[in-house]
């Protein structure tokens, strides 16, 4: 045996036994608590900062009804403050498995209220309130607002007292587990040390009124679409932005299935099948309306479906643009400050 061939053989049998000891010790209370404590550690040691200088967008839910993801959210931080377009069921977790800086909420910016964008918003009020929120939170969003947030705030009613009593009123102020509703209308919403918030109306008919946002801050700018098919005023809010964060559909996919449903003679599943491709972008579209309005990065979200598997997500793939960023629960988008750059990760 040549000496190559003999350091093969050592190297080999030292990896086994660190891995056999690593073992023997991860089987001992001591080696467990050890672990523990420095994973641990480290996860109050991964929390991002709560300060970008420029804007950071965060992806906590890439989903829509359909099962796969975490349903629609988007978090955009500037400076130091933290908004989210949108929050669906799962997208609290994701926020929280990734460390984003939840006590510098602002605000929520509804885009429609439909149950997968606003079912998790009691998950991230609470989540804010018990990291430190110094505001009540505020949800913005079309008419109906109102009425959403009463209810979440009176269910939640009950939540808030156990809460308090229990962890006491220096910790839990009261006053802030308590959701302020605002309803918009087109035009700016939020002004915030040099960050601008401006809503505009989206076509997703036959939910009205149906918004997305455009965010600039420092020479950046991002625009969330929303569920909507493509519209001059979707256009006219994404021309010469950076990123353009937008729903898709794909019509192959969605139609495939539906012709399934027929086929198994599940013909409620195949209504709504029909139904959904008439209210969402489809991703043949997306490529185009990122020519005509000259975003600087175009980037998915909300698929319908979510893709699964390697089959799904080359379908997405070959009807969008090269450079389309398909997005997943956790990818992020950094856009430094008087800058051109968009730096991603989480893809």
Known sequence: MGKPARLGVVIVGLVLVAAVGAIYVLGTRHGQDLALERAVAGIFDS?????????????????????????????????????????????????????????????????????????GIPDMNLTSWVMGRREPLRILGPAGVERVVDGFNEVLALDRGFRVAHHGVQL???????????????????????????????????????????????????VISGD??????????????DLLLHDVLSKRIV????????????????????????????????????????????????????PRNYLMERIYRHDLPDGTVLTRDGTEFKLPADSTAIHVTGT
Do not use: W
């Not at 909507?228 to 932005?241: I, K």
């Open 255 to 306: 139609r495939t299935l539906e012709a399934a449903a027929i086929e198994a003679g599940a013909s409620r599943q195949a209504k709504i099948f029909a139904d959904i491709p008439t209210y969402h972008a489809h991703a043949v579209e997306l490529g185009p309306l990122a020519e005509r309005t000259g975003v600087r990065m175009l980037g998915v979200y909300h698929f319908v479906p979510p």
């Open 172 to 222: 839990l102020r009261p006053e802030l587990g308590v959701m302020h509703a605002e309803t918009v209308e087109p035009g700016v919403v939020v002004e915030d040390n040099g960050l601008t918030i401006t809503a505009f109306a989206v076509n997703h008919e036959p939910i009205t009124p149906a918004f997305g946002y455009r965010f600039d801050y420092r020479g950046r700018s991002v």
């Open 228 to 241: 909507t098919v493509v519209t001059d005023s979707l256009e006219a809010a994404a021309r010469g932005a």
């Open 47 to 119: 929390v991002a900062p709560a300060e970008y200088d420029g804007l950071r967008v965060f992806v906590c839910g890439s989903g829509s009804p359909l099962p796969g993801r975490a349903q629609a959210c988007v978090a955009i931080t500037a400076g130091e403050s933290l908004y989210l377009v949108d929050a669906g069921a799962g997208s609290q977790a994701t926020m929280q498995l990734h460390g984003q800086p939840t006590a510098h909420m602002r605000a929520i910016l509804l885009t429609h209220l439909h149950t997968d964008h606003i079912t």
